[in-house]
């Protein structure tokens, strides 16, 4: 298994409450991605990077926030969580972009 | 408007038999293809891919077939095990900029292999 690790694996937060998932990675690769899976969308790219501190939107990216400081760690944050944003969230990592991308196990993050 | 579809939620294929599982995508700079494997409460797994320079590529029982004119692709399983019971997603990539070159998926296909 790749060595990827998000955290926290499950997350119950209240609307309008800021929320940050993490995604730790031990393989120093360089792409890193944050993913939502909802039923009859599949996965929807939200914010990917490319280096540190090299960022980029993807296709559902309102209301996401995302930082890189350090090549292992991505940072996903919802400045003000909505019960949209109730998904299950997967971080991904991948040598080149567009390639193939090894996921994490996930997070399942529900706003009440 | 989706770029890669999935048109069938769910298939069900006796053990032992063939799984075809489709993908349609719309994008015409999609040059690399995917499949993925999920069973619940894991990420997505890598399968098998195929650049859009071959029609064809085999790893054990898994190959993936690319119709390039008609924007399809394929992923068959033979012979199906109860073990490849999961959602299958179908992903591309293209030679645009920016999000575009990233992994595109579609909405995933649930195969119940049956014993």
């Known amino acids: 298994d790749a060595g990827i690790t998000q955290s926290p694996r499950h997350k119950v937060t209240e609307t309008g409450t800021p929320v940050t998932l993490r995604c730790h990675q031990t393989?120093?690769?360089?792409?890193m991605y944050w993913y939502r899976q909802d039923p009859g969308h599949g996965l929807r790219l939200i914010h990917y990077?490319?280096?540190?501190?090299?960022?980029d939107k993807g296709e559902v990216s309102d209301g996401y926030s995302v930082s890189r400081s350090k090549t292992e760690d991505f940072l996903l944050t919802l400045e003000s969580a909505t019960s949209s944003q109730t998904s299950v969230y997967f971080c991904?990592?991948?040598?080149?972009?567009?390639?193939?991308?090894?996921f994490g196990q996930g997070t399942r993050l529900t706003v009440v | 408007d989706q770029q890669v579809k999935q048109n069938s939620p769910s298939l069900s294929v006796q053990e032992g038999r063939i799984s075809i599982l489709n993908c349609d995508y719309t994008?015409?700079?999609?040059?690399?293809f995917l499949w993925y494997k999920k069973y619940p409460a894991e990420g997505p797994t890598f399968l098998i891919s195929i650049s859009s320079i071959k029609d064809k590529n085999e790893d054990g029982r898994f190959t993936v077939f690319l119709n390039k004119s008609a924007k399809h692709l394929s992923l068959h399983i033979v012979p199906s095990q109860p073990g490849d019971s999961a959602v299958y997603f179908c992903a591309a990539s293209g030679t645009g900029t920016g999000s575009a070159r990233q992994l595109t998926f579609g909405s995933g296909t649930q195969l119940t292999v049956l014993p």
């Open positions: 393989e120093n690769h360089r792409y």
């Open positions: 991904a990592i991948s040598l080149k972009g567009g390639t193939e991308a090894f």
């Open positions: 990077s490319y280096g540190v501190k090299d960022t």
């Open positions: 994008n015409s700079m999609f040059d690399y």
